[in-house]
């Protein structure tokens, strides 16, 4: 079996599973701007006065809830480790929006159709293009992975349609060989059902396996999955203190895997 080289670990490796935002591709430059979008598009429609006339909270305030609500700081612009929006799946972060919406006045089938239909616009496809950016070489590094005979897979809280399209534009869709995500009929993470199929679908021992991923419910899904090494990497939400119970390895960046013979 070849050797991978993490960081300064040598690990026996059949298959690498990767998280997406935040491990793959640039977290905050992607969802921190979506996230900015939607909120300035939820608050767009409420002025000081109407906001005065209903009891409801100005622009500002209301801009502030949403913020809040899923974990961003706008200031720093940077996502809260161990927030929704860090963690959640699209639904439930799309649901917890509407709730704050609904907390501060807007009746609940208006705030959630607001809040879906701003959403499908801002992700539609021409919106997400220009928003991927790799967090790495990926292409270099996936196919270093594929030469060498080691599988790859990823597994995201994100919806099937937007990773399959993110997957495509990072230039790695073919060199994927197994994908689950949020909206798959299995339990999110930190549950290890997902990671638990893929290691049945595409025949690899868990002690074999490395996951990689920028959150804590990436390496502790990879813990309770039983692989054999948790990689955290420090260019996504999370930081060194979130991610070291958790993992064996801590990088900058996926730069730092390579394939060893």
């Given at each position: 079996?070849?050797?991978l080289r993490?960081?300064?670990?040598?690990?026996?490796?059949g298959?690498?599973v990767?998280?997406?935002?935040?491990t793959?591709?640039d977290?905050?430059?992607?969802?921190?701007?979506?996230?900015?979008?939607l909120?300035?598009?939820?608050?767009a429609?409420?002025?000081?006065?109407?906001?005065?006339?209903?009891?409801?909270?100005?622009?500002?305030a209301l801009?502030?809830?949403?913020?809040?609500?899923?974990?961003?700081?706008?200031?720093?612009g940077r996502?809260l480790p161990q927030?929704?929006?860090?963690?959640a799946?699209?639904?439930?972060?799309l649901t917890?929006?509407?709730?704050?919406?609904?907390r501060?006045?807007?009746?609940?089938?208006?705030?959630e159709?607001?809040?879906?239909?701003?959403?499908?616009?801002?992700?539609?496809?021409?919106?997400?293009?220009?928003?991927?950016?790799p967090?790495?070489?990926?292409?270099?590094?996936?196919?270093?992975?594929?030469?060498?005979?080691?599988r790859?897979?990823?597994?995201t809280t994100?919806d099937?349609?937007?990773t399959?399209q993110?997957?495509?534009l990072?230039g790695i869709?073919?060199?994927?060989?197994?994908?689950?995500?949020?909206d798959?009929?299995l339990p999110?993470?930190?549950?290890?059902?997902?990671l638990?199929?893929t290691?049945r679908k595409?025949?690899?021992?868990a002690?074999h396996?490395?996951?990689?991923?920028?959150?804590a419910?990436?390496?502790?899904?990879?813990?309770?999955?039983?692989?054999?090494?948790t990689v955290?990497v420090?260019?996504?939400?999370?930081d060194?203190?979130?991610?070291?119970?958790?993992?064996?390895v801590?990088?900058?960046?996926?730069?730092?895997?390579?394939v060893v013979?």
């Amino acid at each position: 079996m070849p050797g991978l080289r993490v960081g300064d670990v040598l690990f026996d490796a059949g298959l690498v599973v990767f998280d997406k935002d935040g491990t793959l591709l640039d977290f905050e430059f992607m969802w921190g701007t979506l996230l900015r979008s939607l909120v300035a598009a939820l608050t767009a429609d409420v002025s000081d006065s109407e906001a005065s006339a209903a009891n409801a909270p100005a622009p500002g305030a209301l801009a502030r809830a949403l913020y809040n609500d899923v974990g961003y700081d706008p200031r720093a612009g940077r996502t809260l480790p161990q927030s929704p929006w860090s963690m959640a799946t699209t639904d439930q972060v799309l649901t917890i929006l509407a709730a704050t919406l609904y907390r501060h006045g807007r009746p609940w089938p208006a705030a959630e159709a607001v809040v879906r239909a701003e959403w499908a616009r801002l992700s539609a496809a021409a919106a997400m293009a220009r928003l991927v950016r790799p967090t790495g070489d990926l292409v270099a590094l996936f196919t270093g992975l594929q030469a060498a005979g080691i599988r790859t897979a990823v597994d995201t809280t994100d919806d099937r349609r937007a990773t399959e399209q993110a997957l495509r534009l990072l230039g790695i869709a073919a060199l994927v060989d197994s994908i689950a995500c949020g909206d798959d009929a299995l339990p999110p993470k930190p549950a290890p059902d997902r990671l638990l199929a893929t290691y049945r679908k595409l025949g690899v021992p868990a002690a074999h396996t490395v996951m990689v991923g920028d959150t804590a419910f990436d390496l502790v899904m990879g813990r309770q999955a039983g692989v054999g090494l948790t990689v955290g990497v420090l260019t996504g939400a999370g930081d060194r203190a979130t991610l070291a119970p958790h993992a064996d390895v801590i990088l900058d960046s996926l730069d730092e895997i390579s394939v060893v013979y």
